[in-house]
């Protein structure tokens, strides 16, 4: 799996971007993150491996306290590909409209 499939397969699911839209905010604990969610800590956890894993965030243990920090550069890989392909379709549509438009000029009335 490539880095850009990893992201993108981390983010395909709604409580790893909720994760994600939290961390955007600042650093926050384990504990902070799960609050919102109804399901248990192991299955919370399995959410963040996979964010982990895609490096789309990364987490440091100071006593019990778990904290999850954003790897706002990973994130970023993910827009830089949004990016090129909208510029690509947005070329695509463009080059359609004008054929569209040069097969059926308008009609002038005078």
Known sequence: MTE???VFHALA???RRAVVNR??????AVKQLSAPFEMGLPAFLKHLAVLETSGLIRSEKRGRVRTCHLNADRLATAEDWLVE?????QGRADRLAAFVESQNPREHTS
């Open 85 to 89: 392909q909208r510029v690509l379709w």
């Open 23 to 28: 961390l955007i905010d600042g650093a926050a």
């Open 13 to 15: 699911d709604p409580t």
């Open 4 to 6: 850009l499939d990893a």
